[in-house]
């Protein structure tokens, strides 16, 4: 017995060695926690309080009042009774709740989601002083779900901005926002993972993780480092129920990618995405190696759009993109979501791997917005309907019907907003550009459209 007490003694002294030594200098800080960096408390104890007595006013409470307005098909035997009307639409009164982030004192601005601010009426913006405000709508972006607001500028603390490609899995980071209508509340975990996608099917992603508490309310709150730097707006949870809490899987809309739509936003009163111009898919570990390349992650580029950015770039079908302004590149959807943030004109860097070898290529951003197209141009059956390009709930390509006014031809011929036509006479179609050649090159009086209205294929007949 006592020989064992010796070993176990002595294993205890080697262990504790061994934390001290390996714990390098530069990471040893106030009572040796690297996480409290030199902030302290009043009684000299490791905190975060100071750096939240100077971040949590820049977080608001966000109050909406609006009108949530449905419609709903009517069948043909029953129209009669709704006036002769093949749709009825119903409207109903809501009220919501959720937190939002000052990023500018002169002007007044406010990021927040849009999914916070949809249909709202009203926004009743609440400071942690108790002032309130009527918020006014600047413009949104659903897709990428960031909204701008503006409250009068009067005696307002900003959050400052912090780069975010500069993120790394493992940081420490602080969640504030007002879960459940809660006021101010914080909760501190790290970045579990970076360039998270598939969360919001169809939409631009690129997701900052973390185990940070995130719940309801919580949307459109910050996500700061410790610093008190905002490096992150955040947005959703993984939730494994309907009624479920947070389970320490919360995402975020990284800071950059949140200040390129803000502040085309706040100059055009709307997002003029970029556009690059290609179709592709991710890399894995089996296409890397039938195309020759040592890295297993990027995007891979199926096709190039003629007369594109990428085209004119010299981007080509084969191309490996690993890497976007110096920085590592994941997925294809991640590189999707970047160029989509980013305003036509802009400039960036493309590492690629064509046949084995590492190229850079510079790009100047097409616009997006040359993609979103009257439907009358293409046929006058669509006439009244807005097209652009997108994906089905599948995440299949093809041309999105993302606008459609009551009574128009398109309406009458049977297109729903939401619809996704995916084909012409059985021709696949992905997009705005591929839709317009196929019914060029239709031939014969009855042309049959394909289209992905939910979960449902459907054919509809021009004759």
């Known amino acids: ?124 913006v609440t400071l942690t002083d108790g002032r309130e405000f009527i918020g006014k709508k600047l413009g949104e972006d659903e897709q990428s779900d960031i909204a701008l607001l503006k409250i009068e500028p009067k005696d307002l603390v900003a959050m400052p901005l912090a780069n975010s490609d500069t993120l790394r899995v493992g940081d420490f980071v602080i969640a504030i926002g007002n879960p459940f209508g809660l006021s101010q509340t914080v909760t501190s975990g790290i970045v579990s993972a970076l360039g998270r996608t598939g969360i919001n099917m169809g939409g631009y992603e690129n997701f900052i993780q973390t185990d940070a508490a995130i719940n309801r309310g919580n949307s459109g709150g910050a996500l700061v480092n410790l610093k008190g730097e905002l490096v992150g707006i955040n947005a959703a949870i993984f939730s494994p129920g309907r009624d479920a809490g947070n389970v320490g899987i919360g995402f975020a809309i990284p800071s950059n990618m949140m200040k390129n739509l803000v502040d085309q936003i706040s100059e055009f009163g709307e997002v003029r995405r970029g556009l690059l111009g290609i179709i592709g898919n991710d890399v894995d570990a089996g296409l890397a190696e039938a195309f020759n390349s040592d890295v297993n992650k990027g995007a891979f580029v199926a096709e190039v759009t003629p007369n594109s950015a990428a085209s004119k770039a010299g981007i080509e079908a084969g191309d490996i993109i690993t890497g976007i302004n110096g920085k590592p590149l994941g997925s294809f959807a991640e590189l999707r979501a970047k160029v989509a943030s980013m305003g036509a004109g802009a400039e ?44 089905d709930i599948a995440g299949n390509r093809g041309v999105i019907v993302s606008e459609i006014e009551a009574g128009s031809p398109a309406l009458r011929f049977g297109l729903r907003k939401d619809d996704v036509i995916i084909g012409v006479n059985r021709q696949r179609v992905n997009t705005i550009i591929e839709l317009t050649e196929r019914m060029e090159n239709a031939d014969g009086q009855v042309t049959a459209i394909n289209v992905r209205r939910g979960e449902s294929t459907l054919y509809l007949v021009i004759r």
């Not at 017995?1 to 002294?13: E, N, Y």
């Open 1 to 124: 017995m006592k020989l064992l007490f010796k070993r176990v003694a002595l294993f205890c002294t080697i262990f504790s060695a061994t934390l001290l030594i390996n714990i390098p200098a530069q990471a040893t800080t106030t009572a040796g926690f690297p996480f409290f960096s030199s902030s302290k408390s009043d009684e000299g104890m490791p905190s975060l309080a100071p750096m939240l007595e100077t971040a949590m006013p820049a977080v608001v409470s966000i109050n909406v009042e609006g009108t949530q307005v449905s419609r709903q098909r009517v069948p043909e035997m029953f129209r009669n009774f709704f006036g002769g009307q093949g749709e009825q639409v119903q409207e109903r009164p809501f009220r919501s709740l959720g937190s939002g982030v000052i990023i500018d004192a002169e002007k007044g601005y406010i990021v927040t989601n849009a999914h916070v601010v949809k249909n709202a009426d009203e926004i009743l």
């Open 348 to 391: 960036l860097a493309l590492n690629i791997i064509r046949q084995g070898e590492s190229i850079e290529v510079d790009v100047v951003l097409g616009d997006a917005g040359a993609t979103v197209k009257t439907a009358a141009e293409i046929h006058p059956a669509f006439a009244g309907a807005t097209f652009e390009n997108g994906t």
